[in-house]
């Protein structure tokens, strides 16, 4: 059974950090891009970073590029993504998922299922 677990949301006052884990299960983590989406309320799903199995420099959304770091831990079949300098715009349910490559605009659309997907985990950031 293919699972991805998310872990390490929670509340935090603007300016401060958290980080966000994911354990993978049930596939060969090898394989796979890894990336984290969000969504926030009444908006899109939103691809914030991806970090592609054949390397290279990981991918950053430009709202989040210079404040969050995308780790791959292939011994342990997780991925991490660290979250310094936390904006209220950055609350939102947060979801890791394995994917085929790191065409993020795609896997943004939220009718496309392609890929495994976490349950996803609350963050949220108080002003």
């Known amino acids: 059974e293919v699972q991805l677990v998310e872990s390490g949301g929670g509340l935090v006052q603007a300016g401060g950090s958290l980080r966000l884990s994911c354990a993978a299960s049930?596939?060969?983590?090898?394989?796979?891009?890894m990336a984290w989406f969000r969504q926030a309320p009444g908006q899109e799903r939103k691809g914030l970073s991806c970090?592609?199995?054949?390397?290279?420099?990981?991918y950053y959304a430009h709202s989040v590029k210079g404040r969050f770091t995308i780790a791959s831990d292939n011994a342990n079949s997780a991925v991490t993504l660290q979250m310094n300098d936390l904006k209220p715009e950055d609350t939102a349910i947060y979801y890791c998922?394995?994917?085929?490559?790191?065409?993020?605009?795609?896997?943004?659309?939220?009718?496309?299922?392609?890929?495994?997907w976490g349950q996803g985990t609350q963050v949220t950031v108080s002003s």
């Open positions: 998922a394995a994917l085929d490559d790191c065409a993020l605009e795609y896997y943004s659309d939220s009718s496309v299922t392609d890929g495994y």
């Open positions: 049930g596939f060969k983590f090898d394989d796979y891009a």
């Open positions: 970090i592609s199995p054949l390397g290279g420099s990981p």
